[in-house]
């Protein structure tokens, strides 16, 4: 097996619009959020349509919705009704499969989602990365192990980063050691090297993800995210844990890592209003992801995010751009998704070429 580097080639983009039936919404404000939550999944989808194909998996409840939301789109954008999975949910980086090439030909890992830890029921009698897989006429790669695209970070050339408290856990994989956890990662994504850092349990939905942490940019080099005050939260421990492991570890190829800090969105520089923020701080609301390393890379380009704090998001800006100097970036404002705990990386998953 052979998991690519997010920076190889791309056939295209999978990314989908949210049931009217999720109760993830419908929990909240109803349709209010579900409208601004596919207010910021339609723009991410247009900004990666610039660069290349998306297929937008949509359930028949809002098909009409999404077609004449992207009738000016139709060349770039393809919206895939979805029957058999009633509760889609938009984050395709964990629920459509891990795409690998076994040889030559092009598979994807079903890794059981399981509604990061039970949290969410899935309620459906078939995954939907088995159901992609079907779709697509590609093998379906299965597993014991349980666990979400965005843990798995790789760097294409035999290194993956990973989170101990998204994986090693026992909302996901009750009773398995570590050594069996490494044994499955190596046989399904072909990787020789983990490097393992902490993560929090419990610190948001996913049980903290790698991918809102720390991203490989080239091979041997890291970008990442530093909370934008440091202080005794679990979120500045997380950073400084990762910080110290990343700059005293080498990768598969015996190379030392570069680390590049990226500083996250100031909560107090968004200009939200003061029940909102009372809301965060007395934790009857969830802490956003203000993180800039959930990036996406797409064929030629980056689609990143801003966030409204005018000094963090060019300072983010800039750095990525210095990063990808080959590439054009393409920003595209979040307002509802860093909420939801999420951002343009968890939204997507692309598909090698």
Request: glycine share 8%; net charge negative; aromatic share 8%.
């Amino acid at each position: 097996m052979y998991r690519p580097a997010e920076w190889d080639r791309h056939d295209e983009i999978i990314m989908a619009w949210p049931s009217i039936e999720n109760d993830a919404y419908a929990d909240k404000c109803g349709s209010r959020d579900l409208a601004d939550v596919t207010r910021d999944i339609s723009t991410i989808a247009e900004a990666v349509a610039e660069f290349e194909q998306v297929t937008l998996l949509v359930t028949p409840d809002r098909l009409q919705e999404a077609k004449k939301r992207f009738k000016h789109d139709a060349d770039g954008i393809f919206i895939q009704p979805v029957h058999d999975y009633p509760k889609l949910d938009l984050w395709m980086r964990d629920l459509a499969p891990t795409f690998v090439f076994d040889g030559c030909h092009l598979a994807g890992v079903d890794y059981n989602f399981n509604g990061w830890g039970n949290k969410f029921p899935v309620n459906a009698s078939q995954s939907l990365a088995s159901q992609i897989d079907d779709n697509m006429n590609l093998t379906r790669i299965s597993t014991w192990l349980v666990t979400e695209g965005g843990s798995l970070e790789t760097d294409g050339e035999g290194t993956l980063l990973i989170t101990d408290s998204s994986i090693i856990n026992e909302n996901r994989n009750p009773g398995k050691t570590r050594q069996q956890i490494e044994g499955e990662i190596h046989r399904t994504l072909g990787v020789t090297k983990i490097i393992w850092l902490p993560g929090v349990k419990g610190g948001d939905i996913t049980d903290g993800h790698v991918d809102g942490l720390a991203r490989f940019v080239a091979p041997g080099k890291v970008v990442i995210s530093r909370p934008n005050t440091l202080d005794d939260s679990n979120f500045s421990k997380v950073f400084s844990d990762a910080r110290s492991i990343l700059a005293n570890v080498t990768d598969a190829r015996g190379r030392r890592l570069e680390v590049i800090e990226m500083i996250e969105a100031d909560l107090y520089s968004l200009g939200l209003d003061r029940g909102t923020l009372k809301d965060i701080e007395n934790e009857k609301e969830d802490y956003p992801s203000l993180s800039y390393v959930n990036w996406l890379l797409v064929n030629g380009g980056v689609i990143f995010p801003q966030f409204g704090d005018k000094k963090a998001d060019a300072a983010a800006l800039n750095t990525i751009c210095g990063l990808y100097k080959d590439r054009r970036v393409k920003t595209v404002r979040l307002d509802e998704l860093p909420f939801l705990g999420g951002g343009i990386h968890c939204s997507a998953q692309e598909v090698p070429a």
